[in-house]
């Protein structure tokens, strides 16, 4: 019973074990055959941990679904099983993978010792990497292992295959003549790739230098990273990195598929405006820079797997989004676009075929394998026709600009030509017009004139009227002193005359002695020596009184040059001296007149016109303190000070002053605060247009309830070129 359950348990395993070998591959003379799953057993090493030696006799090969063994994005390691018929004329067939990024390529076999004596087993390893199963290494585009095998023997090999990168393994078994002949095509292939990627970033870059168009820079940006990314895949990096593919496939791989993102960006960005063009997305543009970056991030902490993963969602991703936002720009009548369309399109169709051959949808093919590299020199072409149409587009729009500003310009000078006609008829018209308005105009600026010259003579008469109020004044009371000392003169000359007449009758009738008595009497009764004192006061009198004449008709000639033309040497403090005297019966009695006057030399200036100035504003002073409701300790005072080049007058009162408001005013001509009646509101304009004329400044500080300050500023060097005051200016 034992016998018969060992039996049928061998059976059973011999039957599983039919059931799953694979067909052995035969290979012969110019022939080359991929090794597919009818002929191999595939193992998963998730952990990376199987040995060779376990591996040989590991019962846990199987057969797969797919046609070609598949790499997963993990850092497991794939075992295959299979077994080859030499039928070449070659000890040796060249078994290579192509166009996939692989870190590790082995291969181990059995072999039997020559020994008759001891015929034990022997494990050999070939590697990729082994220059002495890879003849091809220094210009390898491809991963290549040369593997030794008898004429018309089979054997059977076991190929351990590790990558970071998610991929379909398209393992080649070749005939080595049919491995050359397929090597130097491919070489031949993959110069002219590169050699085209070359010409056209040296073609841009010259674009760029002559037209200076940013677009041709980052294209030729874009064509570098195009170039080098194509270039990894037709194998040509595993020449700079012969023994170090992991730090090509891990680092240098993906971070030049990023960069190639990024340039992609850069130059669709530049190229198609869209800050300009599409500013309402250009935020969700920007987000694909952040979405490349996070590759970066995955490299840089060391999962290549992770990042290839995010390398192929983030083109898919710019990929779609650069198509629709491309669509929109066509839509708008930007005809450059049609081609990125073009382009962008069959980029995508392109990687999505290779990501879905990579995933064992889509059967590999030499179609398929090179997809992606087709796809790249079309986009090129169109790339290249888009920046050429681009130029051609804003040329025909400038023609296009060219012809409308011309056709506007043509119109233009036909209603210019109408409008010209029309305007010569309408010229005509208005010159008559205006010369008739230009006639009542010149009637009215002198009537104007007439009129400015009446109000600053009414201003001067009523500056006048002060004068001769206040003259009236002075001279009257000395005059009536005067007058009131002639009478009693007058009695005392007539008894002086007398008593002469009574000594003179006497001394001609000397022998009448009664004479004489006579005139001693008459002159002890008149009291001759009074009469002589009173004689003397009285006389006094009368001289006091016509000094004070002589003081005021003095003050009265200085104002009797208030229209003179001519500048003259003035002395300021006896000006300001001569206006006191002159307004002294306008001085209240309550108000304290306090010069304070620096030793001045003679001042260049037009007298008459100064005293008016003065006369003004210390007369505004009296009527500011008047103003109060109640006085004490009021004054003006008066300030002269010499400085080298000018002189300044300061007039200071107690007086009510004035707000902000006002003091912005009070120059304006017709400007008064005074009622109706009591004043013509244009003193202190004729002060500011006297001062001006005299090239100096008066500037004004005051406050409500605070008084005033009046600073007069006056040159030393005024010279006879200045306008004369009175005459009115244009």
């Known amino acids: 019973m034992k016998k018969i359950l060992l039996i049928l348990a061998f059976l059973v395993q011999n039957i599983g074990a039919f059931a799953s070998k694979p067909d052995t591959l035969v290979i012969r003379d110019s022939e080359a055959h991929y090794l597919t799953n009818q002929y191999f057993l595939e193992l998963e090493d998730p952990y990376n941990t199987l040995q060779a030696k376990n591996v040989i006799n590991d019962s846990r090969f199987h057969s797969i679904s797919s046609s070609f063994p598949r790499l997963k994005y993990s850092k497991s390691v794939t075992w295959l099983k299979f077994t080859i018929k030499n039928n070449t004329s070659r000890q040796y067939l060249p078994i290579t993978i192509s166009k996939s990024i692989i870190d590790e390529f082995d291969i181990y076999y059995i072999e039997s010792t020559a020994d008759t004596a001891d015929h034990r087993l022997l494990l050999n390893h070939l590697s990729s990497t082994d220059p002495r199963f890879n003849s091809n290494l220094l210009t390898q585009s491809i991963t290549l292992i040369n593997v030794p095998l008898a004429l018309n023997s089979t054997q059977t090999f076991y190929a351990r295959i590790k990558s970071n990168a998610s991929s379909v393994i398209p393992i080649e078994i070749n005939s080595a003549d049919q491995f050359t002949r397929k090597r130097n095509a491919d070489i031949m292939i993959n110069g002219a790739v590169i050699g085209m990627f070359i010409i056209m970033a040296l073609y841009n870059l010259m674009l760029f230098i002559s037209v200076g168009d ?155 394998l090179n997809v992606l590299l087709y796809s790249s020199l079309i986009e090129l072409i169109l790339f290249s026709v888009a920046l050429a149409d681009k130029i051609n587009f804003y040329r025909q729009q400038n023609t296009e600009s060219q012809l409308a500003a011309l056709a506007i310009a043509k119109e233009n000078e036909r209603l210019i030509t109408e409008q010209n006609i029309f305007l010569e008829n309408k010229v005509k018209e208005r010159t008559q017009e205006l ?148 307004l002294r019966s306008a001085i209240p009695y309550y108000i304290e007149i306090k010069p304070i006057l620096d030793k001045l030399a003679p001042l260049n200036c037009y007298p008459g016109k100064i005293n008016q100035v003065l006369l003004n504003l210390i007369s505004n002073s009296i009527q500011a303190i008047k103003a109060k409701e109640t006085h004490l300790n009021e004054c003006i005072t008066i300030y002269t000070h010499d400085h080298p080049d000018y002189i300044t007058i300061e007039i200071t009162d107690t007086g009510i002053g004035m707000t902000h408001q006002v003091r912005q005013r009070i120059f304006e001509p017709f400007f008064t605060t005074k009622n109706v009646g009591e004043g013509t509101g244009l003193g202190l304009s004729i002060v500011f247009g006297i001062i001006e004329k005299h090239n100096g400044n008066i500037n004004v500080q005051s406050a409500a309830g605070k008084g005033s300050t009046f600073k007069i500023t006056l040159p030393k060097n005024l010279a006879d070129t200045v306008t004369k005051p009175d005459e009115p200016a244009e």
């Open 214 to 368: 940013r677009s041709y820079l980052f294209y030729v940006i874009y064509i570098i990273f195009l170039g080098s990314t194509q270039s990894l895949i037709l194998g040509i990096g595993s020449n700079l990195f012969p023994n170090d593919l992991k730090t090509l496939n891990n680092y240098i791989t993906p971070l030049l598929r990023i960069c190639f993102g990024y340039s992609l960006l850069l130059f669709a960005g530049e190229f198609l405006q869209f800050r300009q063009n599409l500013n309402r997305y250009y935020k969700f543009y920007l987000l694909l820079y952040v979405l490349y970056g996070l590759p970066v991030i995955a490299v840089i902490a060391g999962l290549p797997h992770i990042a290839y993963t995010l390398i192929t969602i983030s083109a898919l991703v710019t990929c779609i989004t650069l198509l629709f936002l491309v669509s929109i720009l066509y839509s708008r009548g930007f005809k450059p676009a049609k081609f990125f369309i073009l382009g962008w399109g069959l980029f995508l169709i392109s990687l999505v075929i290779s990501i879905t051959r990579n995933g064992g949808v889509v059967p590999y093919n030499h179609f398929t």
């Open 435 to 582: 010369i008739q308005t230009n006639q009542n105009l010149s009637i009215t600026i002198d009537n104007l004139k007439s009129a400015q010259v009446q109000l600053i003579e009414t201003e001067k008469m009523a500056s006048l009227g002060l004068l001769t109020a206040g003259v009236a004044h002075e001279i009257n009371n000395p005059i009536n002193f005067v007058s009131a000392n002639i009478k009693p003169l007058r009695l005392d000359f007539n008894e002086i005359f007398s008593l002469l007449k009574k000594y003179e009758t006497a001394a001609n009738n000397a022998e009448t002695a009664g004479l004489l008595v006579e005139a001693n009497d008459y002159k002890n009764k008149i009291d001759a020596d009074f009469v002589k004192d009173e004689i003397l006061t009285l006389l006094d009198g009368i001289e006091d009184g016509a000094s004070r004449t002589a003081e005021i008709v003095q003050s009265l000639r200085t104002f009797s040059r208030l229209d003179e033309l001519v500048l003259l040497p003035t002395n300021i403090n006896t000006a300001i001296l001569s206006t006191l005297v002159i």
